[in-house]
Structure formats: structure tokens, C-alpha cells
């Protein structure tokens, strides 16, 4: 259809059959990874994450002195307070000669919201950010350093070509909708909202994946495939969708299929590939693994 529709233009313009589009296609493809690589490179992106830290109940020091309970190597100054934590509730009081701001005014005591409640509170003490995550009813500090080492040695992401047979239309089987169960790398399953199976062709193959929802509707994808630990990252990779149309259709480019925060540092909580979730043949397609060095 593409070549018989662009066959008079291709002979006046001396192009062949869908180049043109297809170059189009690559270059939005390009840019909007390029986009991706400035999110992992600004000072709050994955490349940043130093640390994560169990929090049990009582009162943690923080601080970059080794002694502290949790250590802090970027860190301005030996102490730079302590976490209180009662139940679920998180208190940071800030060391009297410390700096730590909350939104751009220093505090001396802090409550902290953790992700569960939507946005966690950000806390930041010089080139050091660290908020409450929780997984699982578990609470974690995380903590980012605008000067870490994965940021700064940082060489880009390879990617398999751009081809478009990787761009595919797939559409929700009637009645699949339910709760999946999704596991992560802490070894803890969560479940959550999805709208139900997604049917597909791929390189000439009928296959399946499941989705869960993000709050505005687009899907999120947790994947593997025999590429995993042979070219890409073992754990399997995400790929985002947009939100299904009307009439039960959505477009997955596996083009952008992306590593998981893990591939970046060791910090990172990801999510694991739910079962069903593993395509049975290889997605030459998107980002690969292991980065270059």
C-alpha cells in the first residue's frame, strides 16, 4: 500500500518505496531516545542513585561518617541528622550545624511522606537527595548523589537498528482484565491493575503480553524474551505503551524498549517479568546490555 501510494513521488524525487517515511520514523525514534539518555544524565536521574537502606524501627544516623547507620559517602559533613521511625512514620531531624533543605528552605525537623502517599518528601544536604520509598510495607531510604560515579562515567546505552517491523498493533483479548501478579528484585510480588491480555504478531509470530495500568491509562510493560543475558539485560526489559483506543487496539514499538533502572546501579527496586510475560522468541529490538564502558 506504502509503495503504491508514494510510487509516483519515489520516481520524481528518485527515492524508493517507504524511505522516506521509514527515515522519519528512525528519527523520531532517535530523538526521543536522546530524550531518555538527558532523564538518565540530569542530577535527579537513575545515574544518580548511590544507596538504599532498610529502615527498621527507632532512630538512624545519617551522616557521611563511617560509624553512621547509614553512610553516606557524598554526604557535606559527618552528621548531617538522624531518621526517626515510629510504625510508618518517618521523622528527619536535621543535625544543628547541617544544611538540609525541603524545597528550597533549610529545615530542622521534617515529616516524610513515602511514595505510597503519592510524591515522597525530597530532602537535600549539598549534592545528596534522599526520600522514604516503601515496597511491601517495607521502608527504604533512598538516597542520590548529583557527583556519583555511574553518572559521571556514564557512556550511553547501544541500541539494535531502528527497524519498523518491530512496531506492531496488538489487541486486548475481551475479558482478560484482572489483577497480575508482579515481582521484583527484593523478591516481593505486588498486585497490580491490568487491563488484560494483549494479542500481537511478532516477526511472524502469535504473542501475548500483559500490561499494567499507569494512573493516566498508558501501559507499562515488564518483559522477557531469549535475548535476556544473550545481548540485552538478563532480568528482561519495560516498555511503555499508550493507552488502548476505543476500539480495544494499541501500538507497542519494542523499538523503545528500555533497560531496567538495575542495569544502572544496584540500588534500584525494579520489577521482574510476571508470569506469561516472557515472549518466546528474540526481541532484537531497542536497548541492549551490558553498556559501554
Excluded at 530524550?35 to 538518565?40: G, S, W
Aim: proline share 6%; charged share 20%.
Amino acid at each position: 500500500m506504502c509503495r503504491m501510494a508514494l510510487a509516483m513521488a519515489a520516481m520524481m524525487l528518485g527515492l524508493g518505496g517507504c524511505a522516506v517515511q521509514d527515515g522519519a520514523y528512525r528519527k523520531d525514534v532517535d530523538a526521543w531516545h536522546a530524550q531518555r539518555i538527558e532523564r538518565l544524565k540530569s542530577d535527579t536521574g537513575w545515574l544518580t542513585l548511590v544507596g538504599l537502606h532498610k529502615l527498621g524501627q527507632g532512630a538512624h544516623t545519617v551522616g557521611s561518617a563511617s560509624g553512621s547507620d547509614i553512610s553516606i559517602e557524598g554526604a557535606p559533613a559527618p552528621r548531617i541528622g538522624t531518621l526517626e521511625v515510629v510504625g510508618n512514620s518517618v521523622t528527619f531531624v536535621a543535625d544543628r550545624l547541617a544544611t538540609v533543605e525541603h524545597d528550597g528552605q533549610r529545615i530542622l525537623r521534617e515529616q516524610m511522606t513515602t511514595d505510597a502517599e503519592g510524591a515522597p518528601t525530597v530532602l537535600v544536604a549539598g549534592g545528596v537527595r534522599f526520600y522514604v520509598i516503601d515496597r511491601g510495607g517495607d521502608l527504604y531510604l533512598r538516597v542520590k548523589d548529583e557527583h556519583a560515579t555511574t553518572l559521571t562515567t556514564f557512556k550511553g546505552i547501544d541500541r539494535y537498528p531502528v527497524e519498523d517491523r518491530w512496531r506492531v498493533q496488538a489487541r486486548l483479548l475481551p475479558g482478560t482484565a484482572s489483577k497480575i501478579g508482579v515481582p521484583n528484585v527484593l523478591g516481593q510480588v505486588e498486585a497490580s491493575d491490568s487491563p488484560g491480555v494483549l494479542a500481537f504478531e511478532l516477526a511472524g509470530q502469535a504473542c501475548q503480553l500483559a500490561p499494567t495500568l499507569n494512573s493516566d491509562g498508558s501501559l507499562f510493560f515488564v518483559f522477557g524474551d531469549p535475548t535476556n543475558g544473550a545481548g540485552t539485560y538478563p532480568a528482561g526489559r519495560f516498555l511503555d505503551a499508550d493507552a488502548i483506543s476505543d476500539d480495544g487496539t494499541v501500538m507497542l514499538d519494542f523499538n523503545r524498549a528500555t533497560n531496567p533502572m538495575c542495569a544502572f546501579t544496584a540500588y534500584a527496586t525494579c520489577p521482574l517479568p510476571p508470569d506469561g510475560n516472557t515472549l518466546a522468541i528474540p526481541v532484537e529490538a531497542g536497548e541492549k546490555y551490558p553498556l559501554p564502558h
